[in-house]
């Protein structure tokens, strides 16, 4: 079981907008650690899309937008394409594991 | 062009040994952290164990501790992981990735270790 949840898949139809959450706890999104989102297309190493819980590198679609409260964050999507079929991961620093850097369980996005 | 490139995967039998690298080039690779981030198949991301950019500092998830060993040749601009005394649940694509505090970026196209009789 991951440290930081997340949905195992969501859904959505061209055009519409999708939101993915991450839900941690006081040790790592709680205490103030950044989230990064990454995804990850079929076949292919995973790819930096949000970094500092809402900053997107160069080349990302400004479509993808990152947010953070609390002990959560979410990924949210708008104007979904068929190339968005992907698996979405977050990750962050937990204070209670050594040195860890934590990941969530992965979301799968299916494009209607 | 920022680039990592992984070598060393393959089949292993149980208890068996591996030594992966990864070959970093297009920036100061003696200048950032270093993690390797492994993938079960049809599984999630988790990490598995970062140096510092000297290697006075490494850490690892608890579940390899005492058997892999992560290290670095500044010199040669690479990164390796040994891994001892492997086990099935170690079967997985390993990917090296650029440790920063905004994230892993880059990573490489990854390398699949199998353990199995």
């Known amino acids: 079981q991951s440290v930081l949840t997340q949905p195992p898949s969501v859904s959505g139809a061209p055009g519409q907008r999708v939101t993915i959450s991450c839900t941690g706890s006081?040790?790592?999104?709680?205490?103030?650690?950044?989230v990064h989102w990454y995804q990850q297309l079929p076949g292919t190493a995973p790819k930096l899309l949000i970094y500092?819980?809402?900053n997107r590198p160069s080349g990302v679609p400004d479509r993808f937008s990152g947010s953070k409260s609390g002990t959560s964050a979410s990924l949210a999507i708008t104007g979904l394409q068929a190339e968005d079929e992907a698996d979405y991961y977050c990750?962050?620093?937990?204070?209670?594991?050594?040195?860890?850097?934590?990941f969530g369980g992965g979301t799968k996005l299916t494009v209607l | 062009e920022v680039q990592l490139v992984e070598s060393g995967g393959g089949l292993v039998q149980p208890g068996g040994s591996l030594r992966l690298s990864c070959a970093a080039s297009?920036?100061?690779?003696?200048?950032?952290?270093m993690s390797w981030v492994r993938q079960a198949p049809g599984k999630g991301l988790e990490w598995v164990a970062n140096?510092?950019?000297?290697?006075?500092?490494?850490y690892y998830v608890d579940s390899v501790k005492g058997r892999f060993t992560i290290s670095r040749d500044n010199a040669k601009n690479s990164l390796y992981l040994q891994m001892n005394s492997l086990r099935a649940e170690d079967t997985a694509v390993y990917y090296c990735?650029?440790?920063?505090?905004?994230?892993?970026?880059?990573w490489g196209q990854g390398t699949l270790v199998t353990v199995s009789s």
């Open positions: 990735a650029r440790d920063r505090q905004d994230g892993y970026n880059p």
């Open positions: 140096i510092k950019q000297d290697g006075s500092e490494k």
């Open positions: 990750q962050s620093y937990d204070s209670s594991l050594s040195g860890s850097n934590v």
């Open positions: 500092g819980n809402s």
């Open positions: 006081s040790s790592n999104i709680g205490a103030g650690y950044d």
């Open positions: 297009g920036f100061t690779f003696s200048s950032y952290w």
